[in-house]
């Protein structure tokens, strides 16, 4: 094969990854302006604010991210994240003493059948009983709130966290077809210097060896 001609097909099959490489980071680009705003959108309609400092107990300012965004509208995915683990979540250990939905379904359920067997006992004071159950059930959908508008919150979260590597691998992508752009030019004006009749891997000719 001619020199020439094997630097012209390098050269066009890297202007071919140089393109693929330059659709894939718009293609990133795209999702990641994507996630950003929809994240941002989404988070605006709620019309969260973080507590101000001056607000903030004393358990919530030992939460650094409260104390980072305080007075902020919440409207990134970081923020999502800190408002469920830092403040949502603080609260809702505090609620349920540390027991999620699912746990706290074994105290409600007792303290309802306690009530149901006291009253097929004919037992007549049922106030303190009736307090139990109205306190499980309480707590538990606190519990239930809380949890589900964590998980919201996180999600959304996730969400920003997958734009936010696309925008990272947009970057490398693009900086992989800038160099692939610059190889196959680097081809080309090799090709162009090099003599059309240059043959890449020839035979050097044989050597004649004179005795004397």
């Known amino acids: ?5 094997l630097d012209l097909l390098t050269s066009i099959g890297g202007l071919g990854l140089a393109l693929l490489l330059l659709v894939a980071g718009l293609v990133l680009t ?14 605006a309609q709620q019309k969260i604010t973080f507590k101000t400092v001056d ?5 919530e300012k030992a939460m650094p991210g409260l104390i980072k965004y305080a ?3 919440l ?3 970081k923020q999502a994240e800190v408002y469920a683990n830092e403040f949502i979540g603080l609260h809702l250990r505090t609620a349920t003493k540390g027991l999620s939905y699912a746990e706290l379904g074994v105290p409600a359920a007792d303290a309802k059948a306690k009530l ?19 306190t499980t059930t309480a707590t538990r959908e606190t519990a ?10 996180l999600t959304s979260f996730g969400f920003s966290e997958l734009g936010r590597k696309a925008d990272q691998f947009s ?15 680097a081809g080309f004006a090799h090709a162009l210097r090099t003599s059309k009749d240059k043959v890449f891997g020839a035979p050097e000719p044989a050597r004649t060896v004179v005795r004397v």
Not at 31 to 43: C, I, L
């Open 75 to 77: 409207l990134t995915g």
């Open 1 to 5: 094969m001619k020199r020439r001609t």
């Open 55 to 59: 607000k903030l107990t004393d358990e």
């Open 71 to 73: 007075g902020q509208d």
């Open 30 to 43: 795209s999702n990641a302006n994507f996630a950003k705003s929809y994240v941002h959108d989404q988070m």
């Open 171 to 185: 970057k490398i992508a693009y900086l992989g077809s800038a160099l692939f752009l610059l190889l196959a030019l």
């Open 144 to 153: 239930f709130k809380g949890e589900t508008l964590r998980g919201l919150l």
């Open 116 to 134: 149901t067997a006291a009253k097929d006992a004919g037992v007549t004071d049922l106030t303190a009983l009736e307090k139990d159950v109205a």
